[in-house]
């Protein structure tokens, strides 16, 4: 449990305990996430209503950051980890049993917390108009529920797709940041593809 005076080496998830931790949690949020993405289209009849410039360069430099900071913040706790342990297994495969507490689990729920505030690119892209993919819409549902999967269950590789998925995401929404301020990178080409 996290309270106020409680470190993140000290973070420990516990079922109905920490905030969101219910499995009602993530059911709900995808839940809500789907009627409200698809009563938004639905009203809106596939037009624009429009979302200030400012506002989007502000939602993608949030991402960027917080994916930075899981990202380093994981990557870093799980070099100590593989030091301490003497070994890169538990990266693969945790131990069964191994207690969801820790500086490791901490960035994986910090991380299940993020994808809560992910679904607003899916307002957003509603908002502007922009045709929504089957993709799109599946992997903001499954990652959410596969990152309160890792927690409640201590899933083996959660480490290693925390940081291939927030890696990607730097990438990504530094992207969409320099591009929301009307200054596309000189990698574009790259990335879109």
Known sequence: ??????????????????????????VTGVLLYLFVVFGMRTALGGKALGVHRS?????????????GIMF???????VLEVNRVGSTE????????????GPIFFWSYVYYLSKFYELLDTV???????PLTFLHVFHHSAVMAMA???????????????????????????????????LPPPWKKIITN
């Not at 449990?1 to 993530?26: D, I, L, N």
């Not at 945790?94 to 507490?101: N, S």
């Not at 269950?153 to 940081?163: D, E, H, I, N, Y």
């Open 90 to 101: 538990w990266l693969f495969c945790l131990p069964i049993g191994t207690p969801v507490k």
């Open 55 to 67: 506002l989007v360069a502000l939602h993608n430099l949030v991402l960027f950051a917080a994916s």
């Open 148 to 182: 309160y999967l890792w927690l409640e269950s201590a899933q083996s590789l959660q480490v290693l797709g925390l940081l291939f998925n927030t890696g990607v995401h730097v990438i990504m929404y530094y992207y969409y940041f320099l591009c929301s301020l009307g």
């Open 72 to 78: 380093v913040g994981c990557a870093y706790e799980a």
């Open 1 to 26: 449990m996290m309270g106020p005076s409680v470190t993140y080496a000290q973070f420990e998830w516990e079922t109905g305990v920490t905030p969101f931790s219910s499995p009602a949690a993530p």
């Open 124 to 130: 957003i892209l509603v908002l502007k108009g922009k």
